[in-house]
C-alpha cells in the first residue's frame, strides 16, 4: 500500500484542514461535512488526517480498541474480563484507525450484530463487530453521504454524539466505546442531505477548486511527485507532519483546562440569536470548537477570535435568510459581529464581575 499524501502537502482549504484538526483535537465536537465539487481534495484530506493523528493506547486482544485508562467507557467484553476496571489492564500502541463506510452499508454492519440463536442454545453471548467498533479513537470517513441511507445515518449521527454503541436484541445487550471523528464528504450537486442529519452535523464546509493559477500548478507539481514516488514525497514533508501531530497531541492533553466566562457564553448566545439559528446544538458545537481552537493555540482561555472561527464553521449549514445564503461571512466578520452586539446588550467585564458578587452575597445570606 503507498504511502498516505501528507495532510500538509494540501494546498489551500484553510476552513476543511482546520475543521478536521478541531475535531481532531477534540472528537466530541462531532464531526465534519465536506460540501464541494468533484476533484477538491476532499478524500484525500480525509485520508491524510487519520495517517497524521498520534498512536493511541489499546487494550491487549480488545476488539474494540479500548483505552486502558479509562474503565467506565470499556466493552462489555474487556469489564467482563477485567473485573469492570478493578483489575489491571496490559495494553500496547497502535497506529489510529481508519474506516471507510461503503454507501451500500446497511444497519447491521455498521453497529454489528448479537448472535440470538448460539444464545439461546448454549447460553453464550457473541457479537459481531461492525463498522463502528474498527472505527473507535480513530477516523470514520463515509464517501458520498448524501447517497447513504437517511436511517443509517441517522444511527452513525447517534453514536458518534453518545461515543457508544449499544446493541440490543430478544433482552440480550451488548455496549462498547465508539468514539471516533466522523468525516462525510458530498457533491451538492448529487442531492442534499435532509434539514435534520445536516444539523447533527457539527461542523460544515463548502470548497470549491483553487482558481489562482499558481497554487494550481503546486498542486499539479505535488501530484506528480507523489505518484512517481510516494514514500520519498512523503519523507520530504515528514518534518511538518511531526509537527502537526505532535501539536494535536498537546492540544488534546489541554483541551480539558481551557476555559470560558459567563461573557463568552453570552457573546456565542448573542451571536447565534441574532442569525435566527434554530434549536441550541450550534450554540455548543461553537463552545466546543473554540475550546479545541484555543488548546491548539496552547492557550487555556477562549476569546472572541476563537468563538468567530469556530461560528464561521458552525453556522452556515444552519442559517435561514442571513448573510451566509449570499456570501459566506469571514471569522473577521464574525468577530467584528460578536464585539458589535457585545457592545449593545452585553454587560462589561466590571460590571459582571459586581453582579456575580452581589449573587454570591445574596447566596451566603441565605445561609
Known amino acids: 500500500m503507498p504511502a498516505i499524501f501528507p495532510f500538509t502537502a494540501i494546498v489551500g482549504q484553510e476552513r476543511m484542514r482546520r475543521a478536521l484538526i478541531l475535531n481532531a483535537v477534540d472528537t466530541r465536537i462531532g464531526g465534519v461535512l465536506i460540501r464541494g465539487e468533484r476533484g477538491t481534495a476532499k478524500s484525500t484530506a480525509a485520508r ?32 467482563e474480563r477485567f473485573d469492570g476496571g478493578k483489575k489491571k489492564a496490559p495494553s500496547h500502541t497502535r497506529t489510529t484507525p481508519f474506516m471507510n463506510l461503503p454507501v451500500s452499508a446497511t444497519e447491521d454492519r455498521v453497529v454489528g450484530t448479537l448472535d440470538i440463536e448460539q444464545a439461546i442454545q448454549k447460553g453464550e453471548r457473541h ?30 449521527l447517534d453514536s458518534a454524539a453518545m461515543g457508544v454503541n449499544m446493541v440490543e436484541r430478544e433482552g440480550i445487550s451488548f455496549s462498547h466505546p465508539a468514539r471516533f471523528i466522523l468525516v462525510g464528504t458530498m ?48 519523507a520530504q514533508w515528514f518534518s511538518t507532519e511531526d509537527e ?36 441550541h446544538r450550534a450554540d455548543l458545537v461553537i463552545l466546543k470548537a473554540a475550546r479545541a481552537q484555543a488548546a491548539f493555540e496552547g492557550r487555556a482561555k477562549i476569546t472572541n477570535h476563537d468563538i468567530a472561527l469556530a461560528a464561521e464553521l458552525a453556522l452556515p449549514h444552519r442559517i435561514k435568510r442571513s448573510p451566509f445564503q449570499q456570501a459566506e461571512m469571514t471569522s473577521e466578520q464574525l468577530q467584528e459581529r460578536i464585539e458589535q452586539l457585545a457592545g449593545q446588550s452585553m454587560p462589561s467585564e466590571a460590571e459582571q464581575d459586581q453582579s456575580e458578587s452581589q449573587e454570591n452575597k445574596s447566596e451566603e445570606k441565605k445561609t
Open 127 to 156: 457479537f459481531e463487530p461492525g463498522v463502528l467498533a474498527g472505527a473507535n479513537r480513530g477516523l470514520l470517513y463515509i464517501d458520498e453521504v448524501n447517497l447513504l441511507d437517511d436511517h443509517v445515518v441517522d444511527v452513525l
Open 48 to 79: 491524510s488526517l487519520a495517517a497524521l493523528l498520534p498512536q493511541v493506547h489499546v487494550i491487549n486482544d480488545c476488539r474494540f480498541g479500548c483505552d486502558p485508562d479509562k474503565s467506565a467507557t470499556w466493552c462489555t467484553e474487556c469489564k
Open 187 to 234: 457533491n451538492p450537486e448529487e442531492g442534499e442531505l435532509r434539514p435534520q442529519l445536516l444539523d447533527r452535523f457539527a461542523l460544515s464546509v463548502d470548497i470549491v477548486g483553487i482558481r489562482e493559477a499558481r497554487d494550481r500548478v503546486t498542486i499539479m507539481e505535488r501530484n506528480l511527485s507523489y505518484e512517481k514516488d510516494a514514500e520519498a514525497f512523503r
Open 244 to 279: 502537526l501531530s505532535k501539536r494535536i497531541e498537546k492540544a488534546r492533553e489541554l483541551v480539558d483546562q481551557v476555559t470560558h466566562t459567563s461573557r463568552d457564553l453570552l457573546s456565542i448566545a448573542a451571536l447565534t440569536s441574532s442569525l435566527n439559528v434554530d434549536g
